[in-house]
């Protein structure tokens, strides 16, 4: 299949730096978004929080826009990994328009008290948002980040710190909502409202490690 978004004849994504080298790529990838995904979560860099099709595309193109020109838009291919095929390229709008008109119709979860049928709903959504799996590249990072903002805004914090790398591929491989719902149920907790307020100290010393971090990124040119 021609894609795209790749250099002819590689498995490499057309990037900013124009890195043909896979291994190369995924480093220089990780470097870059790990910082804005941590920037986003701790509130550094604003997303306004509309539980749409356009806060998931705004998550995506903060994380990524340092390295992808597509960061933030909707793939124009179909992709698949092993045993799943994603939502078709042609039926994206459709079909986010569905998931998110249905969780506005669910008032954002807001209305549900019991923390299993949360974590039901919770689950519901994480798994609809993978199976339309928007973006040619970053869909896992985004989803996550999503579904933070949207266990947050009903008081929980997910502790995705806590479920494996190899958990996350078997609960979007499965597709099973019973069985994220289990684990999503065991890593939600509630907020202490207590601690979500900024401490200076804390502040300072994020800002510090952030400067430091992008200290890193020195010797990377876009091309």
């Known amino acids: ?29 990780r470097r870059l978004t790990s910082l804005n995904y941590q920037n986003i979560s701790e509130g550094r860099i604003k997303i306004k929080k509309t539980f749409d099709y ?14 992808y020109d597509w960061a933030g838009k909707e ?18 709008e459709e079909e986010a328009k569905r998931i998110f008109n249905s969780l506005k119709k669910d008032n954002f979860l807001k209305d549900i008290k019991d923390k299993t049928e949360f974590s039901e709903k919770l689950g519901q959504v994480f798994l609809d948002i993978n199976m339309l799996h928007p973006f040619r590249e970053g869909n896992g990072r985004s989803q996550r980040l999503f579904i933070s903002d949207l266990a947050k805004e009903n008081g929980y914090r997910l502790e995705w710190e806590n ?5 996350m591929i078997q609960m979007s491989r499965n597709d099973n909502v019973k069985e994220v719902a289990k684990i999503f149920k065991e890593n939600l907790k509630e907020i202490n409202q207590a601690l979500e307020k900024k401490n200076p100290l804390v502040e300072k010393i994020q800002a510090k490690r952030e400067n430091k971090e992008q200290n890193t990124y020195k010797g990377l040119t876009k091309k």
């Not at 795209?4 to 057309?14: M, N, Q, R, W």
């Not at 356009?54 to 340092?66: C, G, P, Q, T, Y």
């Open 163 to 167: 479920i494996s790398k190899e958990t």
């Open 75 to 92: 793939r124009t291919v179909d992709i698949s990994k092993p045993g799943t095929l994603f939502c078709r390229a042609i039926f994206i």
């Open 54 to 67: 356009k806060h998931l595309k705004s998550l995506h193109k903060e994380l990524f826009k340092d390295i």
């Open 1 to 29: 299949m021609n894609d795209k978004y790749l250099y002819p004849g590689t498995d490499v994504l057309i990037n900013k730096f124009n890195i043909k080298n896979s291994e190369e790529l995924v480093e220089v990838e």
